[in-house]
Structure formats: C-alpha cells, structure tokens
C-alpha cells in the first residue's frame, strides 16, 4: 500500500513537470485558450458571475471548514466516527489550505511572479506585456495572474474528498469543482490556462503528500 502511494505520488510529480515545461515551451496555448472567451471583452467578466463563482468559492471553503469542524466536534462528544473526522484530519485540512492555497499559490507566487491577468494584456486590448508561465516578470506589483487564488480554492476540495471518504466519485466531483471555477476565471479574463493547471497541481501534490505523512503514514 505505502509502495503503491509513493509510485502515484511520483507519477503526479512528472505529470506536474511535463505540463510545465509544454506551458513553457509553447507559452502561445495560455493566447489561444483565452482569446477563445474573447470578443471585444471576455464573456464572463461582469458582476453576476463574479458573485456567482468567485465569491462562491469563498462560501465553499467558509462552510467546508466549518462543516468539518462540526463533524469533529460532533464526533468527539458522542463518541462516533462520523466520516472519520478526527483531530488529525481536522489539522490536515487546515494545512492544505494554508501551505497549498495560503502560502504557495497566494504569497510565494501571485506575490513573486508579476504576471499580468490576461485582460490587461495588449492582445486583448490592456496596454501589459505577456509573460509566458513560470517566467518571472514585472508587469504587475501585487494580487498577479500567477497562479489563480480562485482555482487553488476550489481544488482544495481534493483535500475534502482525500479526508472524508477517498472514494473515487468524490474525487472526481472535487476536480470538476476546481475546474468549473478555473474554466470561469479563464472566460472572465482573470487568469490564463496555466495559472489554473499549476494551481490545480500545487494543491493536489500538497494534498497528497500531506495526506501520506500525517495520515496514511501513521496508520500502516
């Protein structure tokens, strides 16, 4: 069991590597991605789906905490197991969310990077430079397009479904919350393709490794 987690855990690392390095290479895939969702302005750049999607993801990671800490609360003073919550899982998934979408994603790199959003970009009718991803720029001074803060939050629902059940179709239903909301920051011009795609991979390698050594780890 442990052997076969190392080799999945090695397998997301290489995924995590080729993707960047192709993003990288052919930095052209983040233009013709957005300029899909683009028309004298992105679609889906107004104040509806803003509340709709980004403030939801907000709402996601307030209630999935609190939800999880009233699990563990409930389990503690009846003495139940209710979805396995414990202490344990409690401190997991408030490390997720503060390492993956806290630290990584919104201090070392939308803080570091300067990437500018792509509806800043002159291709898309801003007066900003595009920087293809990974490549350190300064075309913005803080809250930058690399990596997407928004994606980071939805995809901490990989952490939930790890730490409540790891079934399959719970994972499934976390990646294609994450990337609904990634999808939505694309076609509003909030983010490029590879801001979601590294996003996506910071959290699941977080998640992942986390999971290994503060849970499965201690109970092989």
Request: with cysteine; hydrophobic share 50%.
């Amino acid at each position: 069991m442990r052997y076969l987690k190392l080799i999945r855990a090695r397998t997301i690392l290489v995924c995590f590597a080729i993707s960047s390095l192709l993003l990288a290479l052919f930095p052209s895939i983040d233009i013709s991605i957005s300029r899909m969702f683009f028309d004298n302005g992105f679609y889906l750049q107004g104040q509806r789906w803003k509340t709709l999607f980004q403030d939801g993801v907000n709402y996601f990671l307030y209630l999935s905490m609190l939800s999880v800490l009233g699990i563990y609360a409930f389990n503690r003073f009846t003495k139940r197991n209710w979805c396995g919550v414990d202490a344990k899982k409690v401190l997991y998934l408030v490390l997720v969310l503060i390492l993956g979408a806290g630290l990584i994603v919104n201090v070392i790199f939308k803080e570091n990077f300067g990437r500018a959003r792509p509806r800043d970009i002159m291709e898309f009718g801003g007066s900003k430079h595009f920087t293809p991803a990974l490549v350190i720029s300064h075309e913005c001074d803080s809250n930058c397009s690399f990596s997407s803060g928004e994606g980071a939050g939805a995809f901490f629902s990989l952490a939930l479904a790890m730490a409540l059940s790891r079934k399959r179709a719970l994972l499934l239903v976390g990646f294609a919350f994450g990337s609904v909301v990634s999808l939505y920051r694309i076609a509003a011009g909030a983010h490029f393709f590879s801001d979601c795609v590294v996003s996506f991979f910071v959290m699941l390698i977080v998640a992942d490794a986390l999971y290994y050594y503060m849970i499965l780890h201690k109970s092989d």
